[in-house]
């Protein structure tokens, strides 16, 4: 069993965040969990992870900012901004030492943390983590062709110049681009253009990495790079796609807190 304080907003930075917190009644002893979401998600996005470790652990959810019911972040972040968004919100909730799950971006989040403050991490968890330079194919460098004339179109022809770029920009544009508010489309530039490889052998905490083995937004083979760069990390490949998480729920929570609860 577990009980939950439910939701709350806090002010962490400056920006104010939506928080889950939940305690389980009989706890495994173990360090606090806490769980990031991926882009253009939110706490819900996470909830099976949240439920199926919350009966043995002490979990924290959040809606990173620009997400969910959280504030926007006052300027672009970067990875390391959010790294260290993290951190503050686990100062404000008396979190000295905590383990980390983290999907996609959240994932993206947890590497940078765990490099640049290991002292703060036990153990942690990604799932389909986000910031690997994919490979990229032909047709994408016409796509930022098109998106840069459009840029350029709506720079200097006024009204009809803006109508021309917004109609370029949903020919060649991804839906999380589209979806995003004008400041956070800007985020998401700085994001997508970074390559946090060079953190991850200075991740010394141990890390497992959970795969779907049919997920096209971070496929299979960046699982396997960070296997084999971050110094303790295991491998466990699903049977399913980007949010293999949530699909084999019930297997994916057995592993993790097999994972987090051990001595």
């Known amino acids: 069993m577990s009980s939950v304080t439910g939701d709350s907003k806090l002010q962490v930075g ?80 008396g979190l000295e030492r905590f383990s980390l799950v983290g999907h996609s971006h959240g994932g993206r989040t947890g590497i940078v943390v765990a490099a640049t403050a290991p002292e703060r991490l036990a153990r942690m968890v990604l799932t389909g983590a986000a910031g690997l330079t994919p490979k990229r194919k032909p047709s994408y460098y016409g796509r930022v062709a098109v998106a840069k004339t459009g840029r350029a179109i709506g720079a200097v022809g006024g009204a009809p110049g803006r109508r021309l770029q917004d109609r370029l920009r949903r020919r060649v544009a991804s839906q999380d681009w589209l979806d995003a508010s004008e400041s956070m489309r800007a985020t998401f ?75």
């Open 14 to 93: 400056g920006v104010g965040v939506r928080v889950r917190h939940v305690r389980p009644d009989a706890p495994a002893g173990a360090p606090p969990v806490l769980v990031l979401h991926g882009w253009g998600a939110s706490i819900e996005a996470v909830a099976s992870i949240v439920d199926g470790l919350a009966g043995r652990l002490e979990v924290v959810a959040v809606d990173l900012p620009g997400f969910g019911e959280s504030a926007e972040p006052p300027e672009p972040w970067d990875a390391a901004a959010y790294a260290r968004f993290a951190l503050a919100l686990a100062d404000e909730l």
């Open 189 to 263: 530039r700085l994001l997508i253009g970074e390559d946090i490889s060079p953190y991850l052998p200075r991740v010394p905490v141990p890390t497992l990495l959970v795969w779907g083995s049919r997920d096209e937004d971070t496929p299979l083979w960046m699982g396997r790079r960070m296997e084999a760069e971050i110094p303790d990390a295991g491998l466990v490949v699903l049977d399913g796609g980007h949010y293999a998480y949530a699909e084999r729920a019930a297997e994916f929570n057995r592993i993790a807190a097999h994972f987090l609860t051990e001595a």
